[in-house]
């Protein structure tokens, strides 16, 4: 008796003994999943790049401990990325998972999430704003962004700082571009825009040409065009723009978050010159964070990062600065997760500006308004203004139930003409919302 | 009235690249009587080629030229050491043609890479012209396009009726049995008409990389439109090809200028009227 409490107190204070001082762990393994072959390889394996980039500075050690990669390919397909998500937990045993990169991606590994709540996640370039907002789950965090998020600002700058009252968004028919238009809305009517038209093309359009023509004959009665598509429709778009002679009917493009990202920046040439656009992350900031982030990339991967590669970075150094509030003991679920969402990350560490997370698990960030311009012979994006400590929920921070409980955005919701968009607004956020919007001209 | 009459100008420069790219399929596909999946695949790889020469030469033209040929190459070794062992046998066929188009487009990826590129228009054909009786500034690259399909369409036309060589290709699309047995070496007939199909995609693809984009994909996608073009216009018959690309671009250009949402309804429409009524296609010969 008296021998088996001594062997239970004996075992006892071996256990705290070992938990106070050195690390549980011989080994930190890490999984990484996105499309690294297939159409969508450019997302993971920017993302990819820039967790290597990060694991590289330290060593692929965490005090010592060494850090193994454990690194996966969805092919951009949801039924592949679940198995995969389930190899990973299973078969390696990673303490805990980066990625992935696509929207229906996070959407489905946020679900999965939800059903393996002992292995934490950090979502990668994943934005739908569902994966931190209405399906929200305690392992998964975001160290990235929501498309509205980073594009609600941007409404209020053309209606406010470039007073444009009328704007076509032309962009890809499917969800993501939705949101952008939605958040452009949101930020563009109630700050003075009187309408935004929308036309959708199928994700991949053969030809922009008659949408050309369109916007040619509706030149006498709109301000500009914001082009919200993505990647090699981008390109397409911006020629198309030229031969049209649009660039003469209207004044620069404006752009969605991902249009004048640096991998575009080459192929648009001066095609780009003053597009404006915003994200939360601009290649042009001067911070030493991200001076250092560039080069370093430029010279492990022969070509400069964009936003992409970005993400990918933060995330591991976000896992990073929670191993070190928990002394590299990753092997509790738990604590790892509740540890990464206390991170707060400040100018001098990330490449993007500072940031800390919403109790969502998505970051309350800086949203800069980017210009392209040109410098040193090469096209940059620099920041015209900046939005500090902008949450997800945007200018709907205080009301973020409010926000949640609207009608999920569709292709043509919000409204785009101002009247119906306000009648719109009152049913959902009350009408002190609204008379506080009329008696300020826009947000505060 | 501005907007269709760029509807009606953007339809048919639209079918002019359409025509472009899907008369080599429906040549190959006329002697041969297998759809060579991996058309596309040609497309997109002649159009990186281009890009390459482009960048090395500053020859847009040269770059036309050799994207052409290196394709031509390609598909001389697609048909000599692979679709002729299979012979006769469809299906082995299509999957033959499908892998190495699956092939082709990894390769791409691993030497081009996967962001999009774009080869930029010869300064002697960016900018626009006024036309006379429509009074419209248009691209003078989209009127180039227009030009270069007449100019196809008339060679190839003229190729088929009037050489020796064309005579033989179409009797061999009647009679297969009988012009083998009259002693033409069908074997190599078959390897050259191959071959300038490989070279008319491969050339497509640099002209249409100049008109809007290359990445990697896009192989998929010029594949089903190409398919579209030919299922409208019959299998086979150039005059159908021609037309299955006029009906296909002015639906496009239509669509998307007064209901961009359902401009792929709009696309696939005549597929399926035209499927449900004759199934061979507006030209088409009947099936044997």
Known sequence: ?444 | MFLVKMCILNGFTLAALLFIVASGLTLSFSLMRVVNLSHGAFYLAGGFVGLSVLNASGSWLLAIGVAGIAIAVLALVEERFFLRWARGNDLIETLVSLSIAIIIGDLVLVIWGGYPKTIKIPEMLSGAVEIPILVVYYPVYRLFMLAMALVLGGGLWLFLKKTNLGITIRAGVDNFNMVAALGFNVKRIFTMVFALSGFLAGAAGVVGGTLMMLVVGEDWRILTLTLIVIIIGGLGSLIGTAVGALITGLAYSFATAYIPEFSLFILFLPVAVILSIRPQGLFGKEAA
Request: hydrophobic residues 40%; aromatic residues 12%.
């Open chain 1, 1 to 444: 008796m008296a021998k088996g409490k001594f062997a239970v107190l004996l075992t006892a204070v071996m256990f705290f003994a070992t938990v106070g001082t050195v690390s549980a762990v011989d080994e930190i393994r890490v999984g990484t999943i996105g499309p690294t072959t297939g159409w969508a390889t450019i997302f993971g394996e920017g993302a990819l790049q820039g967790v290597k980039l990060a694991l590289a500075e330290r060593d692929y050690k965490f005090n010592g401990i060494p850090i193994k990669l454990f690194s996966e390919d969805t092919k951009a397909d949801v039924e592949v990325m679940v198995t995969k998500l389930g190899s990973l937990k299973n078969r390696d045993k990673v303490h805990f998972i980066i990625g992935p990169s696509l929207g229906h991606e996070g959407m489905a590994a946020v679900d999965w999430g939800a059903r393996n709540p002992d292995t934490p996640m950090l979502i990668g370039y994943s934005a739908p704003e569902d994966i931190t907002m209405r399906k929200a789950t305690y392992s998964v965090v975001r160290p990235g962004w929501t498309g509205a998020q980073v594009i609600f600002n941007f409404g209020q700058y053309c209606a406010k700082d470039l007073g444009y009252k009328k704007i076509i968004i032309v962009g890809q028919d499917y969800s993501y571009p939705w949101d952008q238009a939605a958040g452009f809305i949101r930020g563009f009517l109630e700050n003075g825009g009187e309408e935004v038209l929308r036309i959708w093309h199928p994700v991949e359009a053969v030809d922009f040409s008659s949408i050309m023509a369109r916007l040619a004959s509706l030149s006498g009665e709109y301000d500009a065009v914001l082009n919200n598509s993505g990647g090699a429709q981008v390109v397409a778009f911006f020629k198309q723009w030229k031969q049209f002679g649009l660039d003469k009917k209207y004044p620069q493009i404006l752009g969605q978050a991902n249009v004048p990202i640096v991998s575009m920046l080459p192929e648009l040439g001066d095609q780009a010159l003053g597009v404006y656009s915003s994200l939360h992350y601009y290649d042009g900031n001067p911070s030493k964070a991200n001076q250092k982030f560039r080069e370093d990339f430029k010279k492990a991967y022969g070509h400069y990062p964009d936003v992409i590669a970005m993400q990918g970075y933060d995330a591991m150094r976000v896992a990073f600065k929670a191993m070190e509030a928990l002394n590299g003991k990753v092997d509790d679920p738990k604590a790892f997760v509740e540890a990464v969402r206390k991170v707060k990350m400040s100018n001098a560490e990330s490449p993007r500006g500072p940031f800390y997370f919403d109790s969502f698990g998505n970051p309350i960030q800086n949203i800069y308004i980017k210009k392209v311009v040109k410098k040193d012979g090469k096209l940059m994006n620099i920041a015209v203004k900046t939005y500090e400590n902008v949450s997800q929920f945007g200018p709907y921070a205080n009301m973020a139930q409010k926000y949640m409980a609207g009608p999920a955005t569709t292709r043509d919701y919000p409204p785009g003409k101002k009247a119906e968009y306000f009648a719109e607004i009152e049913k959902w956020f009350g009408k002190d919302y609204v008379k506080n919007l009329k008696k300020n001209g826009g947000w505060k």
